[in-house]
Structure formats: structure tokens, C-alpha cells
């Protein structure tokens, strides 16, 4: 029932440290306070990023583009628990500045989190972190993503099925 809330916008969630960095594809990301603030997700409990989560109490949701799409599957079908994704992966992985889990060179926007609360959803588990760093490049001026310059990633439905922001502006 949850595919009726689709399109989603997609996001990798980087746990782990800098020598072994855990990507993990994501869609339920969402943004739960302006002050402090705070955004919340949504990670099955079958998944080694929740264990990586749950030891190191931190996380990075790094912003991708389209040209990262290849590299977004990848960390959406493979898991860290049986393959180093790092190896499989064209992405960079560099230090953050307020947390262990590293950030993605290649992505447009790097939100550095600590955990500070969870709470059990039935079969995931949702992270609330409050946002210690943001890092960005240019796709943001102003906190504003530049959508006629960059196309972020919208999941489409479940599945293979992807799309992009649109450079197309309309005021309510
Ligand atoms: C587009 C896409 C979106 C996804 N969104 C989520 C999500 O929001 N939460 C989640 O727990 N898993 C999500 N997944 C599944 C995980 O990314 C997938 O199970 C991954 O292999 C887990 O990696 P890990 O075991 O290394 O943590 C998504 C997968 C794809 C392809």
C-alpha cells in the first residue's frame, strides 16, 4: 500500500567510518524539525546499515544525482554484510567534519547526522538524527537546489523505475 506515496526523491545513507564505509540506498528520508533540526529514516531491520547505525549512533544522507544512478542500485541491491560495496562502487568517500560516517565526494549534498532518538516501526526502524554539518556543492544556491542545472534522483514506484526533478517551476 506504501507504493502510493510514490515518486519519492532518493538518497544514500552512508554508516560506518572512513576504512569501511557502508552505502545504503534510501527513499524514506524525511525532514521532522526546522529548530533543532532534525531528519528521520526509515531502515529495515534486516539491513547492516542499521547494525552500523546502532554501534556507531551516526550517519550521512549524501544527496545524489542522476549520474550517480548506476552507483545508487548498487547500493539499493547489494548488501554490506556479505560484499564491501566501496569496491563495487565508482563513488569517493571522504572524512565529514562532525561525524565518523564518511561523506560522498560526487554527491550534491552531504548531511552529517547524529542519532538521537529511534523508535521501532514494525520491520524498520526509524532514525531520528539531529543535523550536526551540511557540506554542498554547487547544485544548492542559496539552500536552494538549482534544478535547471541538476537532476536529482525521484524513485518512480518500486522497482527499476526512476525519473529526475524537473527544471519546471509552478507557483501555487
Ligand atoms: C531505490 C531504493 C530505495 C530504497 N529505500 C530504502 C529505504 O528507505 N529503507 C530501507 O531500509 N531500505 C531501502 N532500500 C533497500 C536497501 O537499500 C537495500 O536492502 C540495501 O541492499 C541494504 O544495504 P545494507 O545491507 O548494506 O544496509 C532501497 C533500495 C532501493 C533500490
Known amino acids: 500500500m506504501l507504493e502510493f506515496l510514490y515518486p519519492l526523491r532518493t538518497y544514500l545513507i552512508v554508516a560506518g567510518d572512513l576504512e569501511k564505509p ?4 534510501a527513499d524514506w528520508v524525511v525532514p521532522v524539525s526546522f529548530k533543532p533540526a532534525l531528519l528521520g529514516v526509515a531502515i529495515g531491520h534486516g539491513r547492516y546499515t542499521k547494525k552500523l547505525i546502532d554501534e556507531q549512533k551516526d550517519f550521512v544522507v549524501a544527496v545524489p544525482t542522476i549520474e550517480l544512478l548506476k552507483d545508487v542500485w548498487t547500493a539499493g541491491t547489494v548488501s554490506g554484510s556479505n560484499k564491501n560495496k566501496k569496491e563495487l562502487m565508482s563513488v569517493t568517500f571522504i572524512p565529514s567534519k562532525k561525524v565518523k560516517a564518511p561523506s560522498i565526494k560526487e554527491c550534491s549534498a552531504n548531511i552529517e547526522c547524529k542519532v538521537v ?8 526502524t526509524f532514525y531520528v538524527g539531529e543535523i550536526v554539518n551540511v557540506t554542498e556543492s554547487d547544485a544548492f544556491v542559496d539552500g536552494k537546489a538549482d534544478i535547471e542545472n541538476y537532476k536529482f534522483i525521484m524513485h518512480a514506484s518500486f ?14
Open 22 to 25: 557502508n552505502p545504503m540506498t
Open 159 to 172: 522497482g527499476a523505475r526512476f525519473t529526475t526533478t524537473s527544471s519546471e517551476i509552478i507557483k501555487p
Open 117 to 124: 532518538k529511534s523508535v521501532d516501526t514494525g520491520d524498520h
